[in-house]
């Protein structure tokens, strides 16, 4: 019993040392790996930059449903609520 808790203790002390060891090269690749996927985001030919607007102007980039009208039948009548103490 005593000899399984002290590999264990082995194995958790060297695990801890080789991740030590490896995690800063590991840290690297990955930021590396994200700075590459970065740089082919923008190479993508269906990228487009957004265009500037100058200031007070409004640009729609998404056109509304032809389906919806302004006034929908399904809304109901209004009703004037009034408070009541």
Not at 44 to 72: D, L, R
């Amino acid at each position: 019993m005593f000899k399984a808790i002290l590999i264990f203790i082995l194995i958790y002390y060297v695990f801890k040392l080789i991740m030590r060891l490896l995690a800063p090269y590991m840290a690297q690749k990955m930021m590396e790996k994200a700075a590459r996927n970065f740089e082919n985001q923008f190479k993508n030919p269906y990228y487009k930059e957004k265009p500037v607007a100058k200031e007070g102007e409004t640009i729609i980039e998404k056109k509304p449903n032809e389906n919806t009208s302004v006034s929908n039948k399904n809304e109901g009548d209004y009703i004037d609520y009034e408070e009541v103490d």
